[in-house]
């Protein structure tokens, strides 16, 4: 769309609208987006910002703002100083998660553009006032929220995954890959023994990797052994000890 003169012009009082449908039944529901765009041209009439463009997408579905052919166009045209304004429907036209809003967010906070949120849980949000600043420090503890959960996720996938000696990257010490499966190697999983005895009877991590370094043992890459190489391995000493149970 080609630019509206909605307010008067002042020197960064442009505003970008963005909106974005995902599926069928949005288009149905009153989020179609037509009905986005003529909410943002009416906020903006209201609120005296001049509104050059409004970028839309379709059929986005979970595609990051910056990979959708109308957010790339979006991010390009922040990038202009006499935008300042950013107009929206909601977050989740714009982002997939929280994470994603923060850091978004918080740069165009650098680049003093403001984000304009119509319709807020029932109000309209304004990152340039107390009630945006404040939102801010709340998205700042949901993004780390957000950044733990998906770490204990990933953590619970990959014990899965050893449970069932599933191959994932990178293989493991001790095992090789075939196809999808990890197949025990036993001249590593010696190595590992040797490791978690030594653990078990007191070693430090970093006495037990100059040992493997006198011994001539070398690691997965064939590489020399640090306290942080057999760290990693302790920390596994779990499934370890399942696996060697088994095999023995």
């Known amino acids: ?31 179609s987006l037509e009905a986005q765009q003529a909410k ?28 959708r052919p109308g957010g790339q166009r979006l991010l390009g045209l922040l990038k202009d100083p006499a935008i300042g304004h950013l107009v929206t429907i909601n977050l989740d036209r714009l982002f997939r998660t929280v994470g994603a809003a923060w850091t978004h967010i918080t740069g165009w906070q650098q680049e003093k553009i403001t984000l304009h949120v119509i319709d807020f849980g029932g109000a309209t949000l304004c990152t340039s006032g107390p009630f945006g600043l404040l939102f801010l420090e709340i998205l700042a503890a949901f993004a780390e929220f957000e950044r733990e959960l998906i ?18 990257s990178p293989t493991p010490y001790g095992f090789r890959r075939d196809g ?47 306290h942080e190489t057999v760290r990693k391995i302790v920390r596994k000493a779990t499934f370890y000890k399942g696996v060697l149970c088994e095999l023995s």
């Open 40 to 67: 943002i041209e009416e906020y903006c009439r209201t609120h005296g910002l001049v509104l050059r463009e409004i970028i839309a997408d379709a059929e986005s579905g979970g595609v990051p703002l910056g990979q």
């Open 180 to 226: 999808n499966r990890l197949i025990p190697v036993e001249e590593e999983l010696n190595v590992i023994r040797r490791i978690l005895d030594l653990k078990e009877r007191g070693h430090s991590l970093g006495e037990i990797a100059r040992t493997l370094e006198r011994e001539g043992v070398r690691t997965k890459k064939g590489g020399r052994w640090s």
């Open 1 to 31: 769309m080609g630019r509206k003169n909605l307010g008067k012009r002042e020197p960064g009082n442009e505003a970008i609208g963005y909106c974005r449908v995902s599926t069928a039944g949005q288009a149905e529901n009153g989020c």
């Open 151 to 168: 770490k204990e996720r990933t953590k619970s996938a990959l014990a899965l995954k050893r449970a069932h000696l599933e191959a994932y």
